[in-house]
T-cell receptor, first 119, second 113 residues
């Protein structure tokens, strides 16, 4: 069982270039998330998708777009990369249970990350 | 503004020591608190805590939540070099169609032989 798979693992971009980070999960989870992790800042939510067909902004959405292609896949796009977007990006997913007795369904499982450098 | 604060920022111990990692929080719509271990790659899930005073335990790791004082601790007994990692605390909040996690900056634990 692969869990959450991210591609690529590493990427170097020049300022102004565009790229798409791919994420796929095979756990039949409803919700998917994109985070960035920077030194001293912890993990910060960029965008999330509560269910197939919906996306919403997180804490730091500027400079990014997302697409929930289907239930399995959630991509993150940088249209014009900037050095401030140098970071490690993580995708996560959860089954998501909103009822009081369903909290265990909200555990988020993470991919291995993409290390992105923008020069 | 929701926030999660972890302490200490980093810690160096020797094998066999016992360590306590701290996590305090101020959030609206608290649902649960989660601990993750992050080695080189993906954060991996350790515990989910929802009720005060009930200890969760897995081998040498244990954790407890105090919802009145708004904090949690993660204990590791008889530490091993394999415990070296960043330990992340996250608080789950609910504010719409799904849950969100607010992360602390983590505690870097180094266990020396």
């Amino acid at each position: 069982n692969a869990g959450v798979t991210q591609t690529p693992k590493f990427q170097v971009l020049k300022t102004g270039q565009s790229m798409t980070l791919q994420c796929a999960q095979d756990m039949n989870h409803n919700s998917m998330y994109w985070y960035r992790q920077d030194p001293g800042m912890g993990l910060r939510l960029i965008y999330y998708s509560a269910s197939e067909g919906t996306t919403d902004k997180g804490e730091v959405p500027n400079g990014y777009n997302v697409s929930r292609l289907n239930k399995r896949e959630f991509s993150l796009r940088l249209e014009s990369a900037a050095p401030s977007q140098t970071s490690v990006y993580f995708c996560a997913s959860s089954e998501t249970g909103l009822a009081p007795g369903a909290l265990a369904k909200n555990i988020q499982y993470f991919g291995a990350g993409t290390r992105l450098s923008v020069l | 503004e929701d926030k999660v604060v972890q302490s200490p920022l980093s810690l160096v111990v020797h094998e066999g020591d016992t360590v306590t990692l701290n996590c305090s929080y101020e959030v609206t719509n608290f649902r649960s608190l989660l601990w993750y271990k992050q080695e080189k790659k993906a954060p991996t899930f350790l515990f989910m805590l929802t009720s005060s005073g009930i200890e969760k335990k897995s081998g040498r790791l244990s954790s407890i939540l105090d919802k009145k004082e708004l904090f949690s601790i993660l204990n590791i007994t008889a530490t091993q070099t394999g415990d070296s990692a960043v330990y992340l605390c996250a608080v789950e909040t609910y504010g719409g169609a799904t849950n969100k996690l607010i992360f602390g900056t983590g505690t870097l634990l180094a266990v020396q032989p």
